[in-house]
Nanobody
């Protein structure tokens, strides 16, 4: 059984930093693209960042460019999202998902989704 589990979400002050982790079990992530998504109450889910299997081809949505960094450690079967200079509008539930390639993740088509981790940003 494949599971993606996100962790690291918590309450943080605006301007602060957080690091999210997406750990996989039942699947070796090093062959898959992984994406981070978020959904705030009353809003549609949006793509935050995507990395290909190697970590060399990455995508960021415009609103997080320069503040968020996606990375992966295939030896640990995990993908990370470093979030700096957090803003109140970054508050949401963050999900990770995987797919055979980044093109699928760009249209939010994934093989597996995690349950999400909540980030709250206080102003």
């Amino acid at each position: 059984q494949v599971q993606l589990v996100e962790s690291g979400g918590r309450l943080v002050q605006a301007g602060g930093s957080l690091s999210l982790s997406c750990a996989a079990s039942g699947r070796t992530l090093n062959s898959y693209a992984v994406g981070w998504y978020r959904q705030a109450p009353g809003k549609l889910r949006e793509i935050v960042s995507i990395t290909d299997w190697s970590g060399s081809d990455v995508y960021y949505t415009e609103s997080v460019k320069g503040r968020f960094t996606i990375s992966r450690n295939n030896a640990k079967n995990a993908v990370y999202l470093q979030m700096d200079s957090l803003k109140p509008e970054d508050a949401a539930k963050y999900y990770c998902a995987d797919a055979p390639d980044t093109n699928k993740l760009r249209v939010s088509v994934a093989d597996y989704w995690g349950q999400g981790t909540q980030i709250t940003v206080s102003s």
